[in-house]
């Protein structure tokens, strides 16, 4: 078995669903906006029907966005793809790898080594911290937390935080909720 990376058509649904949303529009708007019937447009929304290329451009017209966008938005209807390990040797100089590669819901990375302990991060989705090796420290609202091989750390979207690796080798693994994806509503602070 190779690696292989397949994909499908991709679903513009969801795309045009959320953008409607964000902009508070109804069916409605979007069908007198774009000529286009309700119902069709419900049926793009659900993935029950394909727009062509130039319905494509009416909804995105009525969207005030591009078809391009709306594409680069879309999901993957099904796909798999394999990130394999580097064969090479350690340099042991701090690296970030991708496991997840593309535009999708959820990012993870690899963090190997050292990590710029005075970075703070705060992102807007919940994400979670696995030490695969070695140990870090994590300082999140105010509190110092130690990690160590396969210990895990969830945060949830807007917490501030910081870390560094405190042993040589670490090996941090970093999964979040992409930040294009609406998955929390803004926290009051």
């Known amino acids: 078995m190779g690696d292989h990376k397949e994909q499908q058509p991709l679903r513009v649904g969801a795309a045009v669903r959320r953008r409607r949303r964000a902009l508070e529009l109804t069916l409605a ?31 995105a017209d009525a969207l005030r966005t591009t078809a391009v966008e709306l594409l680069a938005a879309a999901d993957p209807a099904c796909s798999v793809d394999v990130v394999r390990a580097e ?29 710029d302990a005075g970075r703070e991060f705060q992102h807007r989705n919940d994400e979670l911290m696995y030490v695969a090796d070695g140990a870090v420290e994590i300082e999140a609202e105010g509190r110092a937390y130690r990690l160590g091989r396969g210990d895990t750390l969830y945060l949830t979207g807007g917490v501030r935080h910081r870390w560094r690796a ?24």
């Open 87 to 115: 064969s090479a040797e350690p340099d042991f100089a701090p690296q970030v790898r991708s496991l997840v590669r593309g535009h999708h819901q959820l990012h993870a990375s690899e963090f190997t080594g050292d990590h």
């Open 166 to 189: 405190t042993v040589p080798d670490t090996r941090v693994i970093v999964v979040a909720v992409a930040e294009h994806i609406e998955a929390v509503q803004d926290r009051a602070r």
């Open 29 to 59: 708007v979007v069908a007198e906006r774009s000529g286009l019937s309700v119902p069709f447009l419900s049926q793009i929304e659900n993935d029950r029907a394909r727009p062509s290329r130039s319905s494509l451009e009416k909804v």
